[in-house]
Nanobody, 123 residues
């Protein structure tokens, strides 16, 4: 099993910043792509940022230029620095990771989701 635990959500005023973290733990052999998604009330879950094991990044248009995704491979941890936040960024933010894990003597693929962390942007 590989668990993902997010932290860093909360309430912030428009124009403010927050930094989310996502730590992976368990029988990890390797973590490959890591992603941040978000889901606002009444809307589908949206992929907003992705980072590969090599550090290549991609962003959704809604966050490009304001959010920065990063990771520390040695800690199996990913971050999302969110700047210039607006009420439209209010959502539950989820991390997702894919990789390989130990299953006894074997190495098998995994895909895991975090539990989500609430980000609320309001005056």
């Amino acid at each position: 099993q590989v668990q993902l635990v997010e932290s860093g959500g909360g309430r912030v005023q428009p124009g403010g910043s927050l930094r989310l973290s996502c730590a992976a733990s368990g029988n990890i052999y390797g973590v490959y792509d890591m992603d941040w998604y978000r889901q606002a009330p009444g809307k589908p879950r949206e992929l907003i940022a992705r980072i590969s094991a090599d550090g290549d990044t991609n962003y959704g248009d809604s966050v490009k230029g304001r959010f920065t995704i990063s990771r520390e491979n040695a800690k199996n941890t990913m971050y999302l620095q969110m700047n210039s936040l607006s009420p439209e960024d209010t959502a539950v933010y989820y991390c997702h990771a894919e990789g390989s894990m130990w299953d006894g003597p074997s190495i098998v693929p995994f895909g895991s989701w975090g539990q989500g962390t609430q980000v609320t942007v309001s005056a």
